[in-house]
Nanobody, 125 residues
Framework: QVKLVDSGGGLVQAGDSLRLSCTIS????????IAWFRQGPGKEREFVAGIRYSNSAQYYSDSVNGRFTISRDNAQNTAWLQMHTLKPEDTADYSCAARGYLIRDIPNVNEYDIWGQGTQVTVSS
């Protein structure tokens, strides 16, 4: 059974940085497109960043572009979300998601069929 374990969340102050990790087990990461989604209090789940399996092309939401970086190391079966200049509005439960091979619409939550358990990020002002 393929599973994702995400970790690295915590309580930080505005302007701080944090790095989230997403590790796959039960398979190798190289054939999966990976994305990060988040859900803030009282909000719907939203796309944050994605990275394709084939060419590691990266995609970002407008709200995090320039502050967050998604990356992957297939040899370590791990993907990361490096977050800089965090803002209180970044407070949310962050989950990584995966789908094998080709995904047509990276930001679409319905494209993904494997999810991590989530890790909470809280940014104080």
């Amino acid at each position: 059974q393929v599973k994702l374990v995400d970790s690295g969340g915590g309580l930080v102050q505005a302007g701080d940085s944090l790095r989230l990790s997403c590790t796959i087990s039960g398979d190798t990461l190289d054939m999966y497109t990976i994305a990060w989604f988040r859900q803030g209090p009282g909000k719907e789940r939203e796309f944050v960043a994605g990275i394709r399996y084939s060419n590691s092309a990266q995609y970002y939401s407008d709200s995090v572009n320039g502050r967050f970086t998604i990356s992957r190391d297939n040899a370590q079966n791990t993907a990361w979300l490096q977050m800089h200049t965090l803002k209180p509005e970044d407070t949310a439960d962050y989950s990584c998601a995966a789908r094998g091979y080709l995904i047509r619409d990276i930001p679409n939550v319905n494209e993904y069929d494997i999810w991590g358990q989530g890790t909470q990020v809280t940014v104080s002002s």
